[in-house]
T-cell receptor
Framework: GAVVSQHPSWVICKSGTSVKIECRSL??????MFWYRQFPKQSLMLMAT?????????EQGVEKDKFLINHASLTLSTLTVTSAHPEDSSFYIC?????????????FGPGTRLTVT | AQSVTQLGSHVSVSEGALVLLRCNYS??????LFWYVQYPNQGLQLLLK??????LVKGINGFEAEFKKSETSFHLTKPSAHMSDAAEYFC??????????????FGQGTTLQVKP
C-alpha cells in the first residue's frame, strides 16, 4: 500500500515550451502533496505544498507563475513548468500525505527527470 | 529555524562492516527526525523516524538510529553492511513540528558505497 506514482518518469522538452508532471496517490487519498526539486548529487529542496481544493503554498524564492501547481483531487496533483529553460532541468519529486495519516507521514513518488534543451 | 547537517557526503564500507552515517540537527523546538534512502533515479523511502517516543529507533532493513538531545544528533547505524545498502541517504527534520505542516528539511545527503 501507500504507492505514489509520477508521470512521466522522464521528459525532454525544448526551451520555451511547457511541461506538465503528474503525481498520483494510487491507493490512498492525499490531502496534501509536496513538490521537491533535486539537482544532481544534491538534496531535495521543497518547492511548494499543495492542498486539495486550495491554492498551493510556495517556498521563498520559487516562482509561482513559472511552476504552476494544481491539486484537483485527493489523488492527483500536477506541476506545470511554464516556458521552460535549461536551468529548469532537474529531478522533480512529489510526496503525498495521507488523509488519515500523521502530520509527517508522507510517501514519495519515483521522480520525474526533466531535461530542457 | 530548523536545519540538518550530514557529516560526510560519501561513506565507504566493506560488506559486513558497521555502517555509521552522521546527522546533526538544529531545532528551536523538540524535533521530529527522519532517515530516508534513495536508490538511483528513484524517490525516497522512509527508513525510520523519531517522533519524541523512544530515543533508539529501529527501522527497516536492519537500520537503527539514536536520538541524542545533548549532542543534537541522530546518527544512522547498521551492524553489518550489505551490498544492497549502497544508496543515497538523507536525514531530515520537521520544519514546524508545532505547526503540523508536514514540511521536511533535508540534509545534503550521504552516498554509501559498499565494497565487496
Amino acid at each position: 500500500g501507500a504507492v505514489v506514482s509520477q508521470h512521466p518518469s522522464w521528459v525532454i522538452c525544448k526551451s520555451g515550451t511547457s511541461v506538465k508532471i503528474e503525481c498520483r496517490s494510487l491507493d490512498f487519498q492525499a490531502t496534501t502533496m509536496f513538490w521537491y526539486r533535486q539537482f544532481p548529487k544534491q538534496s531535495l529542496m521543497l518547492m511548494a505544498t499543495s492542498n486539495e481544493g486550495s491554492k498551493a503554498t510556495y517556498e521563498q524564492g520559487v516562482e509561482k507563475d513559472k511552476f504552476l501547481i494544481n491539486h484537483a483531487s485527493l489523488t492527483l496533483s500536477t506541476l506545470t513548468v511554464t516556458s521552460a529553460h535549461p536551468e529548469d532541468s532537474s529531478f522533480y519529486i512529489c510526496s503525498a500525505r495521507p488523509k488519515a495519516g500523521g502530520a509527517y507521514e508522507q510517501y514519495f513518488g519515483p521522480g520525474t527527470r526533466l531535461t530542457v534543451t | 529555524a530548523q536545519s540538518v547537517t550530514q557529516l560526510g557526503s560519501h561513506v565507504s564500507v566493506s560488506e559486513g562492516a558497521l555502517v555509521l552515517l552522521r546527522c546533526n540537527y538544529s531545532s528551536s523546538v523538540p524535533p521530529y527526525l527522519f532517515w530516508y534512502v534513495q536508490y538511483p533515479n528513484q524517490g525516497l523511502q522512509l527508513l525510520l523516524k523519531y517522533t519524541s517516543a523512544a530515543t533508539l529507533v529501529k527501522g527497516i532493513n536492519g537500520f537503527e538510529a539514536e536520538f541524542k538531545k545533548s549532542e543534537t544528533s541522530f546518527h544512522l547505524t547498521k551492524p553489518s553492511a550489505h551490498m544492497s545498502d549502497a544508496a543515497e541517504y538523507f536525514c531530515a527534520v520537521s520544519a514546524h513540528p508545532s505547526g503540523n505542516t508536514g514540511k521536511l528539511i533535508f540534509g545534503q545527503g550521504t552516498t554509501l558505497q559498499v565494497k565487496p
